[in-house]
Structure formats: C-alpha cells, structure tokens
Nanobody, 122 residues
C-alpha cells in the first residue's frame, strides 16, 4: 500500500552538505507531517526536524541554523537539507510521515522509512 523510500545519505567531510529525501509511494492521497529522526551509535533516537502541512517547522537544538526541512506535496516527498555537517551528526536518519491513503480508512497513518546512513568524517 504505502512505502517511504529514503535516499541521499553517504559519507561527507566536516563542513559539507547532504540532502536527504523521503518519498511516499503507493496509495497516497496526501501527506501530513513529515519528520526526520536520527539514531547515533550508543544513543537514543532523537527528533531532528519536523514540518507540518501548514509548513510550520521545528528543529532540534543540535541542528538549528544548519538543517532545513522542506516538503513537496505534489511529489509526496519530504527533504532534509543538511549543511555545515559535524562528526556528531553521524547517525542513521529515519523519516516518518503521516499519509492519507486512497483506500480505507482514508485517515492519516504514520509510516517510517528504512533509514539512511549519514557519516561525517575526515
């Protein structure tokens, strides 16, 4: 029915940039809130950023001013632009997205992407 596919992760040097994408496919009528989480080795999962359907955004303190979350409703896709990357940003990044389907129950349900590795290292 619905699948979230993440892309854009990889290895980057400190100070570099990456853009992550999270595309919803399948029986998608519309997307709701898009959020990015990350989990670093030995640490708990943390919220990185979120963006609501009205484009209201929230950012974690550790990424404020460096990361930008966005959405393209026509493409059912959320993005995370990551600039000025630091080694502490190294983690597996997961997207989560509310999706209203074209099939019953026609109500928003939260889906998760498969995760993409971001490694910031010299």
């Amino acid at each position: 029915q619905v699948e979230l596919v993440e892309s854009g992760g990889g290895l980057v040097q400190p100070g570099g940039s990456l853009r992550l994408s999270c595309a919803a496919s399948g029986s998608v009528a519309s997307i709701g809130t898009v959020a990015w989480y990350r989990q670093a080795p030995g640490k708990q999962r943390e919220l990185v950023a979120s963006i609501a359907p009205d484009y209201t955004t929230n950012y974690g303190d550790s990424v404020w001013g460096r990361f930008t979350i966005s959405r393209d409703n026509a493409k059912n896709t959320g993005y995370l632009q990551m600039n000025s990357l630091k080694p502490d940003d190294t983690a597996v990044y997961y997207c989560a997205m509310g999706v209203t389907t074209t099939s019953p129950p026609w109500r928003s349900h939260n889906y998760w992407g498969q995760g993409t590795q971001v490694t910031v290292s010299s």
